[in-house]
Nanobody, 124 residues
Framework: QVQLVESGGGLVQAGGSLRLSCAAS????????MGWFRQAPGKEREFVAA????????YYADSVKGRFTIARDNAKNTVYLQMNNLKPEDTAVYYC?????????????????WGQGTQVTVSS
């Protein structure tokens, strides 16, 4: 069993930055594919970014490419999402998730464990 806890959300002005963290406990997630998803009010949860267990491969949604960076520190069992040049449309609850396979990293259903989410609000 893996427990995931996100932190780092908050209120920021457009153009600002935030760094989200996802701390894992329980079973080590060093061999898990890790992903970030987000859900805006009235919308479905969507893929944001993912990183392979080896930290070699990273993947991003087109909407965040060039602005967001995903990284992981396996020694700390933590995944990060650095968000720069934030826009009002980035406002959402951001969720961290762990996937044992990584074969379909962009699919919500592929992930085995989820955090409770952290709110990110970007004001214009």
């Amino acid at each position: 069993q893996v427990q995931l806890v996100e932190s780092g959300g908050g209120l920021v002005q457009a153009g600002g930055s935030l760094r989200l963290s996802c701390a894992a406990s329980g079973r080590t997630t060093s061999r898990y594919f890790m992903g970030w998803f987000r859900q805006a009010p009235g919308k479905e949860r969507e893929f944001v970014a993912a990183i392979s267990w080896s930290d070699i491969s990273t993947y991003y949604a087109d909407s965040v490419k060039g602005r967001f960076t995903i990284a992981r520190d396996n020694a700390k069992n933590t995944v990060y999402l650095q968000m720069n040049n934030l826009k009002p449309e980035d406002t959402a609850v951001y969720y961290c998730a762990a996937d044992r396979s990584g074969s379909y990293y962009w699919r919500e259903a592929s992930y085995d464990y989820w955090g409770q989410g952290t709110q990110v609000t970007v004001s214009s």
